[in-house]
């Protein structure tokens, strides 16, 4: 199957990121890509005040541009993520997948918050505007299983590994690592998520952009499930294409059966 990943500049304007979108599936439409990413919040700055100004219901706007775009292009679309407002007003970082007919397939909102103070780095409060989701999620196309989180999710293996538990081969993250966690932790996180769960994992990333009142570390790349990067952005806005074969994941987890040898009867007690 083929992976296009969009790394694309956030502008003020939704409008512009939605439209961007579309330029960006027809520039890249001879790929022939079964399943196209792109980065969190892809509408919208990444700015906690903006998110419940953005913000709009499933099956609005955004969601339905989204959808039109998958069916026209006949490709499963992770449409990053975008925040999504509830029938009671709370905001999520929402990331809503879509198939080759454009019907939603699968719709995970962000379970873990990014809130960090790092000194003389990045400060973020996401929980200042939004609300935790609360589930893992999994989807089924013809390549097999997937599952998808988002950016500061990808932290906690745990989830990771219920993704893989439910049967995930690969695992995409739309995301927006920084200036000061991106260097420091990016790879290394999406290396360790493939290694322990043998799984291709995708990280897609918005175009870095020093003017922003955020500054995304970029670099979207794809691993595979031996840990190897297969191919890894600079900070630009720009593409990826990738052949993959997600029955790779089987070849590995028979050579070398981690998953088969762990010891839950010693992880399961209490600590
Ligand atoms: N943007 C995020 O959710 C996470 C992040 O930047 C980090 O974990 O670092």
Known sequence: MKIVQLQMHVYEEKEKNLAQLGEYLK????????????????TCPYQTEKFPLYAER????????????????????????????????KIYNTAYVFDRKGEQIAKHR?????DI???????????ETLTAGDSSTVFETEFGKMGVCICFDLRFPELSRMMV????????VPAAFNMTTGPAHWEILFRSRALDNQCFVAGTSSARDREAGYVA??????????GDIIEEMEEKE?????????DYVEKIRKELPL??????????GEV
């Not at 890249?28 to 792109?38: G, L």
């Not at 570390?217 to 031996?226: D, E, K």
């Open 217 to 226: 570390w970029g670099h979207s790349l794809l691993v595979s499930p031996w």
């Open 238 to 246: 720009g593409y990826i294409s990738n052949e993959i074969n997600l």
């Open 27 to 42: 520039r890249t439409a001879h790929e022939q890509a079964d399943i196209v990413t792109v980065g969190e919040m892809f």
């Open 110 to 114: 962000k379970a873990h918050l990014f």
């Open 165 to 172: 538990e439910q049967g995930a081969k690969m695992i995409l």
């Open 259 to 268: 998953l088969k040898a762990r010891r839950q009867d010693i992880y399961s």
């Open 117 to 127: 103070d790092i000194e003389n780095g990045q400060y973020f409060k996401e929980s």
């Open 58 to 89: 499933e099956g609005e706007k955004s969601w339905k541009i989204c959808s039109e775009l998958a069916r026209m292009y006949g490709v499963y679309l992770c449409a990053g993520s975008m925040p999504e407002v509830d029938e009671n007003g």
